[in-house]
């Protein structure tokens, strides 16, 4: 099965940037959709950016629209988020999830078979 692996949170005042990465076990990463969730407290696990295999098409939650640049490195077993212009309510553990086999955006948690550890990020205002 597939392992994810993230870095990249921390601390960083608002307007800063962070850069999150996902690494993923196997040798068929480039068959893997990609998204990254995120999860505050007392909420849900919601849809940040999600990636097909091919890269051939990407999606943005509307929160995060012109922000947040979701990438994949397939030759490197990574995915990334890039996070600009970070606000207070971005905090939250972000999650990176693969769906094997998939060329499809897939935008809903229970669509994801593999979920990474979460990295928190927070967002001092």
């Known amino acids: 099965q597939v392992q994810l692996v993230e870095s990249g949170g921390g601390l960083v005042q608002s307007g800063g940037s962070l850069r999150l990465s996902c690494a993923a076990s196997?040798?068929?990463?480039?068959?893997?959709?990609m998204g990254w969730f995120r999860q505050a407290p007392g909420k849900g696990r919601d849809i940040v950016a999600a990636i097909s295999m091919s890269v051939r098409s990407t999606y943005y939650a509307d929160s995060v629209k012109g922000r947040f640049t979701i990438s994949r490195d397939n030759a490197k077993n990574t995915v990334y988020l890039q996070m600009n212009r970070l606000k207070p309510e971005d905090t939250a553990v972000y999650y990176c999830a693969a769906r094997p086999f998939s060329d499809a955006l897939h935008l809903r948690s229970y669509e994801y078979g593999y979920w990474g550890q979460g990295t928190q990020v927070t967002v001092s205002s």
């Open positions: 196997g040798r068929t990463f480039s068959n893997y959709a």
